[in-house]
């Protein structure tokens, strides 16, 4: 007789029970959970505490974003944007702003393209420091590093709410410029939130980073391996994450980033425990960017004065603009036939895309690992179902 | 009672208190609101539980996530209309005696998204709403104030008489309809005995009756 491994044994015993129907169980996680971000639903076939098949289920925050953008002006369009991930509005405003500019061929005044790097960046700090805060809460360390992270929110936000009058919804950026420029202090203030926000880096370093359940619960789970992650066509940390050295700021160079001298943290082995450090490395690079951009910043106008604000009619034609959103590629598709509304109105959202992978990460994992991995996912569902 | 003699009593170090006060008081104090995100709102909603505004100074720290065991209903972001027949169904779940606060213009009426065919434009079509909150989306402070006006109404409600609250009532429904979809929209696409408001007459303000007693008609 052959002797069997007591491993083989234990996964051909699975093997055996997952074909037979009745020892599957069919559950479905959402749309209201207390994991997921939002009103997100998997379908999730279990094999006892293993995950054998996951569907996701979108659409239940379908608000008609790109339908109500037909319909509108293309100014209108842009409160509009504040709303498609609702964490970050300001990078949003850039990247519609930015595809605006490139249709009708706007060019930015410097003052302005500064702001748009300064106001892009902190979010780009606070949408990681609360990721992780949410991340850790969906692992079971209730409160504290979601305390901590939005403790530096709030300051982050104080700053929004000085230059664009609302904590959240920014509206601010405007095709050729911004709104309105910076209020009198507001660069100092910036200065020393700058300063200060490695002290809480190393904080929650300190706390997390070689944190023994941390590690146990994220090292080697929801692998993404490096091929997939391409053909995937995921983008931002979650790519990066996987070893793929791809950041739209370094390879498009939008804007004024081909001034900035920062670096684009890679991770090795593409698990939970990657995406995770790879966001602190990113805002340690995001406060780089921001020192030296506050250095540099020069006066001037912060609007192009030759584009019309009322009766904005670009020229018939095409444009995909695209930036490095906290999440991932953001991408906005414009077809102009030359009337005050686009003809057509099309977000590549990051997160969407990024959910794509989510069951080849989900396969074989217990429940509670599908919900830490699809914590590192980073999903906003306002971006999702648009 | 009568003020005077409980003054005079509080005086003397004697403390006296109704039923309905002390009954109030503990419910007012330690309202659980249900984990319940919806959109941008929910964040605002986070924050509002996080250190700078600390829902917890008012009895609120404790998010449930389960309907069964929470009092409050925070309708925090867009209900669509893919989303209005779970949350209906997770109003129901929860237990009396239970409230809802519709937090921002979406949950009130649509908000910014009430020209899209997929938007409900406004929950309180299918359950009574104790207070509305505009924004958008609203400040931490003003959840707080509409989370102290809760308090406020639940502790002026009377346990008995006929402006008693819904869950001493038992002709009043607890449970509502959940809609559906049908042909070309959920169905139905209100509940009449909650919604006053028709098109071909003028609106009806509901009176305070109407609100303690939403489903009686």
């Known amino acids: 007789m052959e002797m069997i491994a007591p491993e083989d044994q234990r996964t051909a015993q699975s093997a055996a029970t997952a074909k037979s129907e009745d020892a599957l169980l069919d559950i479905s996680l959402g749309p209201h959970h207390p994991s997921t971000h939002g009103v997100f639903r998997m379908d999730v076939v279990l094999d006892g505490e293993r995950v054998v098949k996951l569907k996701p289920v979108f659409g239940y925050l379908h608000r008609n974003h790109e339908k109500i953008a037909e319909s ?10 504040d709303r498609l991930d609702y964490m970050c509005s300001l990078t949003n405003n850039w990247a519609y702003a930015l595809t605006v500019e490139k249709l009708a061929g706007i060019q930015v005044p410097e003052r302005a393209e500064y702001i748009r790097v300064i106001t892009a960046e902190l979010t780009r700090l606070q949408n990681h420091a609360s990721t992780i805060g949410f991340l850790m809460q969906e692992m079971g360390a209730s409160g504290t590093p979601l305390m901590y992270a939005f403790r530096e929110r709030e300051i982050i936000l104080d700053l929004f709410e000085s230059l664009t009058g609302s904590r959240m919804m920014s509206n601010y950026m405007r095709f ?15 200065e020393k939130v700058v300063a200060e926000f ?3 880096l190393d904080e929650f370093e300190r706390l997390l980073s070689s944190n023994e359940i941390l590690l146990a619960r994220t090292q080697g789970v929801g692998v993404l391996s490096k091929k997939l992650a391409i053909q995937g066509g995921i983008t931002g940390p979650m790519l990066r994450a996987s070893g793929v050295n791809y950041d739209i700021r370094k390879v498009d160079k ?18 939970v425990y990657d995406r995770f450090m790879i966001r602190l490395l990113e805002m340690r690079e995001s406060l780089k960017i921001l020192t030296q951009a506050l250095r540099d910043i020069t006066a001037g106008p912060i609007m192009d004065t030759k584009t019309k604000i009322r009766g904005f009619r670009p020229k018939a034609g095409e444009a995909y603009g695209r930036i490095e959103s906290p999440k991932g590629e953001l991408g906005f598709f414009l077809i102009s036939d030359g009337s005050p509304q686009p003809y057509r109105y099309r977000v590549r959202p990051p997160s969407l895309i990024n959910l794509t992978v989510l069951e080849d990460m989900c396969l074989g994992a217990s429940v509670a690992d599908t919900v830490v991995i699809f914590g590192t996912v980073d999903i906003v569902l306002g971006e999702v179902d648009r | 009672m009568d003020p005077e003699l409980k003054n005079e009593l509080s005086r003397q170090g004697i403390f006296t208190t109704t039923l309905e006060e002390l009954y109030n008081w503990g419910r007012k104090s330690s309202v659980w609101p249900l984990t319940f995100g919806l959109a941008c709102c929910a964040i605002e909603m986070i924050a509002t539980t996080m250190a700078r505004y600390d829902l917890a100074r008012f009895g609120a720290e404790i998010f449930r996530p389960s309907p069964r065991q929470a009092d409050l209903m925070i309708v925090a972001g867009t209900v669509t209309k893919k989303m209005a027949p779970q949350v209906v169904r997770l109003y129901n779940q929860m237990p009396e005696p239970k409230y809802v606060i519709a937090m921002g213009a979406c949950a009130i009426s649509g908000g910014p998204f009430k020209q899209g065919y997929n938007v409900l434009k406004g929950i309180d079509r299918y359950i009574p709403v104790d207070v509305h909150i505009p924004g958008c989306p609203p400040r931490p402070e003003a959840l707080m104030d509409a989370f102290i006006t809760l308090q406020k109404k639940i502790a002026t409600q009377h346990l008995t008489g006929v402006d008693r609250p819904r869950h001493l009532n038992p002709d009043a429904p607890s449970e509502f309809i959940v809609p559906e979809f049908g042909a070309h929209d959920l169905e139905p696409p209100k509940n009449l005995k909650l919604w006053h408001i028709t098109s071909n007459s003028s609106p009806k303000i509901p009176s305070t009756a109407d609100n303690n007693e939403p489903g009686k008609d």
Do not use: N
């Open chain 1, 72 to 81: 509108v002006s293309y100014l209108a369009s842009m409160p509009y944007t």
């Open chain 1, 176 to 190: 050729g410029g911004c709104r309105v420029d910076l209020p009198y202090g507001w660069l100092k203030q910036t």
């Open chain 1, 198 to 200: 490695p002290r809480f």
């Open chain 1, 254 to 271: 939008y804007g004024i980033y081909d001034r900035f001298d920062f670096r684009v943290p890679i991770g090795e082995h593409g698990d």
